[in-house]
């Protein structure tokens, strides 16, 4: 007996469904591609780094990574605020032309290792301090540290040293949109690649929200993590431990689980 075939109505309704549930799950969808390509520009951008840190060690000359429109650390008068990028820039690679004769004299330089998209679209470098993190508590933010919100930002270049070490930086991605209000949800939204001065260590962590600060203050832990950490889970005194002990960067917070 043959089989029946599919009515125009059927296909058009089969459609229709599966119209529905794409709709449902796309904002989802889009949402973890997001964080993907956050994350994939954190790790690139780590990549280079490390790349050119080694490159230095080689050479025997001191290299510099930052940003368009970093003025020359050298510079007293240059101002060390910019406005902050709208849309995605690339970082830059300079280095040392005479190590002996101008120590201070640096260049633009096209490594074969940086000539790749760094940050993908999308993703934006509205920050870049010197110095250890920052985690100061504001009563105007529900993010600690520095503000991405504001017009400008401090942009300093990463210097790296041919012994391996290197300033203390903080590079803050963010793929918010340039205008955002920012709330606790934006946490993961924003990552901090973080460069130890003192061995050339490079990682990434998400901004910490003001109830974690406070917890790690209250417990005497430092918010500075030293691992990767990306995860959007809130940070609370039962699961703080679970984070240097876990691979994946994310922790188990039970009921204190958050997008």
Known sequence: MPRRAFTLIEVLLVLLLLGLLAAFLYPELEAE????????SADRLRSLITMTHAQAMQDGRRYRI????????????????????????????L?????????DLFEGYDAPWGRYEVLQPGT??????????????????PIAGPSITEGVASFVPLTLNID??????????TDL??????????????????????TGQVWMQRALRVEEVEMMNERGASPILH??????????????????SRQDGGVQGGRSRRP
Not at 164 to 173: A, E
Not at 177 to 190: F, L, R, T
Not at 229 to 238: A, C, H, I, R, S
Request: glycine share 6%; net charge negative; with cysteine.
């Open 33 to 40: 591609m997001r964080r993907r390509s956050l994350v994939e």
């Open 124 to 141: 934006r470098c509205v920050a870049v301090l010197g110095g250890r993190p920052n985690f100061d508590i504001s009563p105007h933010s």
């Open 66 to 93: 930052q940003f368009p429109g970093t003025a020359d650390p050298l510079d007293r008068y240059a101002e060390k605020e910019i406005d902050v990028p709208e849309t995605t820039l690339q970082p830059e690679i």
């Open 164 to 173: 391996g070490t290197c300033d203390w930086v903080t590079f803050v991605l």
């Open 227 to 244: 691992i990767d950490f990306t995860q959007g889970d809130v940070l609370t005194e039962d699961n703080i431990l679970e984070v240097h």
């Open 177 to 198: 949109p340039y205008d955002v209000v920012v709330e606790p949800q934006h946490a993961p939204q924003i990552l901090n690649v973080i460069v130890d001065g003192r």
């Open 95 to 103: 280095r040392q032309v005479d190590p002996l004769g101008n120590p």
